[in-house]
Nanobody
Framework: QVQLVESGGGLVQAGGSLRLSCVAS????????MGWFRQAPGKERDFVAR????????YYADSVRGRFTISRDNAKSTVYLQMNSLKPEDTAVYYC???????????????WGQGTQVTVSS
């Protein structure tokens, strides 16, 4: 019922910026809290950021807090991840995901995008 497609990844030098986008189709994006995750080669998938349904509350992993900003435009059914001051350790495939639970305490996600590669060179 929900399809998510990430875009905006690419190659950037350390200290640079990228903005990732996640476009949702099917049910309206405003129905769901959304998250960004990433998976580096040989590592487990890690939480990056979460945004509530209205965009009023945001959560960040310690590793990205102060550098990354999650936002959403529900009219465009799009969630963004603005990534500034990028570091080589940010290199990963980045995934967006939807939480369909309507429960503020839930941290599980039900729909996932295909991922977009972010590579940060030193």
């Amino acid at each position: 019922q929900v399809q998510l497609v990430e875009s905006g990844g690419g190659l950037v030098q350390a200290g640079g910026s990228l903005r990732l986008s996640c476009v949702a189709s099917g049910r309206t994006l405003s129905n769901y809290a959304m998250g960004w995750f990433r998976q580096a080669p040989g590592k487990e998938r890690d939480f990056v950021a979460r945004i509530t349904r209205s965009g009023g509350t945001k959560y960040y992993a310690d590793s990205v807090r102060g550098r990354f900003t999650i936002s959403r435009d529900n009219a465009k059914s799009t969630v963004y991840l603005q990534m500034n001051s990028l570091k080589p350790e940010d290199t990963a495939v980045y995934y967006c995901a939807a939480d369909t639970s309507y429960k503020p305490s839930n941290r599980e996600y039900d729909y996932w995008g295909q991922g977009t590669q972010v590579t940060v060179s030193s």
